[in-house]
């Protein structure tokens, strides 16, 4: 859990653990969200809230060049691409604030989830949902679709089990350990052009830097959660989110994984694999056992997006040090 | 001891001839110094349990042998990023299925340029079965399915490897109409028989594969049965990934098979390779 906001998960915690009446997923009205806190006064749960902040800024490439970018920055912090993670426990009442400090219209949306009204600059609104089954979903930027999503306005959106936090789910396989994976990429000439307000033609899209957490490798090696140490006999679960347009095919050296879930429903049977394609706006939750020591890339196996500007390996590509 | 050695060389001025005529260069593996062009590079294959010993013979430190899905450790593992480059692997086949290897040396053009060959594990009997105890098959079948992109090959412009236009779509090296005369991919058999079908992705853009009406079961990925066998009617597989399919051919006639190499973003067809199951 080192991505968490550090802020936003001390102020979850405080909320407290009471027991949640899990009704069914989905979309509320705020109204009636609040209905549902005023009938719990006395006891029924706090939402756990969130605060994000839509803004203009920037992103860096592997090769030094700092782009024109729109991403998702937390109450007071600055943007950062992927967003920031968001948390909840399955069944958990969840805020998402979302003020726009940016010269265009933004919203936020969860797939599969809730999706949120447009929000004019300077405006801000909330959307309010109950944690969904324990899984891994991506929040986005759904105006001038697909754009601002191309531009770096995503976001993983974790739920644990509410009384099992290292299973999947309650009852679900377990784990030591879990590790964020976003995989994204950017055609720099759609960043160059909104940069000016140009207009983009958003059905060529031809990504030339390819990001593993908003990072091309070896940039990437510095983040925990891409570059992973473990010691043989652990298991650890890797949730994938591919926030990008395109494909992002998935090849763990080393290792077969257990692919235990897709955008937070569990599998049927679990596929073991060592190479599976995340498609984009969809998430893989897998488990993979350290059975041997060594150091093993996990990398994008199509192999454009294994390049940052077309140099390899300055793009997608993790790795597995394990003692 | 190694239970199986193989020892494979690299031929860097070799081309392969497409079906318009024009010859796309290839890096193709070869089995023996001098051998006539063959590509993609000779099957490899092992027994369950087997240890195996694969030498590169003229190597001059540039490139590697990665054995995709064999899971060597990471002396033998072929990443100059964690480990300098060797000429000797030895690694442990203890799983039954398809594999494949491939240079992982500057990668996104090596295996462009076609430094690639398919590798199978056997059952511990080397029997005609897809693993130790699983479905007994008449004959298998290797379909490497990739694609080239021919300004690729060109130093003037020096290409951008992010930016990939395929020209030519193909399974087993061969493109267009080809692999429907090519013995080693037109599927010919019986009815009543039981093929083995082994695919490997080694091209970089989504495809999906569909055999024009034989049923099938895809019983195994990436070196591993599936928990349950799955009937799709187009098998769609990303770059990397390998399945295996039971072919139950039952009526008489030539069907055609396709692969559709699919655009990255749009998803619309780029290309197409055919070839033809025939069923006697």
Known sequence: MRRIDRRAFLKACAVGSGAVAVTASGLLTLESFRAEGARRVGGGPMPRSYSLRAREGSISTVDGKTLYARGFADEVGAMSIPGPALWAREGEWVTITLTNDAPEEHGIAIEGVAVGPPVRPGGSAEIAFQAPHPGTYIYHDPAESPLNRALGMYGAFVVVPLDTPNRVWSGGPAFARQYLQVVSELDESWNAAASLKAPIDTGTYRPNYFFLNGRGFPDSDVDPNAHIRGSVGETILIRWVNAGLVPHSLHTHGYHFLVVQQDGRPEAGFREKDNIPVYPGRTMDVILDFDQAGLYPMHDHILMANTGNGVYPKGIMGMFEVV | ?280
Not at chain 2, 55 to 70: A, L, Q, R, S, V
Not at chain 2, 119 to 124: D, K
Not at chain 2, 188 to 195: L, M, S, Y
């Open chain 2, 1 to 280: 001891m190694a239970d199986r050695t193989y020892v494979l060389w690299l031929r860097k001025s070799a081309s392969v001839r497409m079906h318009d005529g024009v010859n796309v260069d290839v890096w193709p593996f070869s089995d023996s110094k001098g051998q006539a062009t063959l590509f993609p590079g000779p099957l490899l294959a092992s027994n369950e349990g087997q240890t195996v010993q694969v030498t590169f013979k003229n190597n001059m430190n540039e490139h590697t042998f990665h054995f995709h899905g064999i899971d060597a450790d990471t002396p033998n593992d072929g990443v100059p990023e964690t480990w300098p480059v060797v000429d000797t692997y030895t690694f442990l086949t203890d799983h039954a299925g398809t594999y494949w290897y491939h240079c992982h040396a500057n990668t996104v053009l090596h295996q462009q340029m076609g430094m690639y060959g398919p590798y199978v594990v056997l059952p511990a009997d080397g029997s005609n079965r897809a693993w130790s105890g699983g479905p007994a098959f008449t004959k298998p079948y290797v379909w490497m399915l990739s694609e080239f992109d021919s300004s690729w090959r060109l130093s003037n412009p020096k290409p951008n490897y992010a930016y990939f236009n395929p020209d030519y779509f193909l399974i087993n090296g061969k493109d267009g109409f080809d692999p429907i005369v090519a013995a080693d991919t037109a599927i010919a058999c019986t009815a009543g028989d039981t093929i083995l079908l082994r695919l490997i992705h080694a091209g970089y853009l989504v495809a999906q594969v569909s055999l024009g009406g034989p049923p099938f079961s895809v019983i195994a990925s990436d070196g591993r049965p599936l928990p349950s066998p799955q009937a799709p009617p187009i098998l769609e597989m990303a770059s990397g990934e390998r399945y295996d399919l039971l072919i139950f051919p039952d009526v008489p006639g030539t069907y055609e098979a396709r692969v559709d190499y699919l655009d990255w973003y749009t998803r619309k067809v780029r290309g197409t390779a055919r070839t033809t199951i025939t069923v006697l």
